[in-house]
């Protein structure tokens, strides 16, 4: 391991995807705290999903709910066969 020289907190469980993490900080512990009061908050209101991958592309826009459904047509995607399946009827 290591050493840092300035102070090293570490928040309240946030919910992510599910599973509880904590997140360990080096920072000041005044942004310790605030991170803290903020993963409570989000951890009170049933938990955050995750995004992998933020990026601007032209294509045709497809709107969801949630970000876990997007990811899933991203999972979705991944696959050849699918992919051809929807690049068929989107460029009719």
Do not use: H, W
Request: proline fraction near 5%; include cysteine.
């Amino acid at each position: 391991m290591g050493y840092v020289k300035i102070p090293v907190g570490v928040t309240s469980p946030l919910l992510l995807d599910g599973m509880e993490c904590t997140i360990p900080m080096a920072t000041t512990e005044c942004l310790v705290a605030n991170t803290n009061r903020g993963c409570k908050s989000i951890y009170a209101y049933g938990g955050t999903t995750s995004v992998l991958k933020d990026g601007m592309m032209r294509a045709p826009i497809v709107r969801f709910a949630t970000a876990k459904r997007a990811f899933e047509l991203k999972l979705f995607l991944g696959s050849p066969n699918n992919f051809q399946t929807l690049d068929s009827k989107f460029n009719k």
